[in-house]
């Protein structure tokens, strides 16, 4: 059941959950081999390496570049990673960074999004873009 709140989540509380997703994923791929991590081609699912750098690459497109105006953390992130702009298809074949630069996008954007909810810029829009109706991340 969930329960209907419009009460702002505690910056901690994002940072944690934050933290906790990224703990949750590396247990989740620790020890698979880069075919693991690229997985079949199918229509219903993308490779995982992708879907890793994807998280991180929304977060910093919707928050850190759109909204702070910062420059993308990698080169070409857009063309890796925007799911509107890269067909299906072709997330196979992407020069995606291997796994340790997928990670380590991704704890880049994670730190620069803790730092960004921790710090002074922390707004109410910024807010919104981590908190929905039901109080879920």
Request: charged share 25%; proline share 6%; with cysteine.
């Amino acid at each position: 059941m969930s329960v209907e709140t419009t009460h702002p989540v505690p910056v901690a509380d994002l940072v944690a959950a934050l933290a906790d997703a990224d703990a949750r994923t590396r247990a989740l791929i620790d020890g698979l081999d880069d075919e693991q991590l690229m997985g079949p081609r199918l229509p219903i699912v993308n490779p995982l390496r992708w879907e890793i750098g994807h998280v991180a690459w929304f977060h910093e497109y919707f928050v850190l570049r759109r909204l702070d105006g910062r420059e993308p953390l990698i080169a070409n992130a857009d063309g890796l990673y925007d799911s509107m702009k890269v067909h299906h298809d072709t997330r196979w074949d992407l020069p995606l960074p291997d796994l340790a630069g997928t990670l380590d996008y991704r704890a880049r954007v994670l730190v620069a999004i803790g730092e960004r909810l921790s710090g002074a810029r922390a707004s109410v829009r910024v807010m919104k873009v981590f908190c929905t109706k039901g109080g879920a991340l």
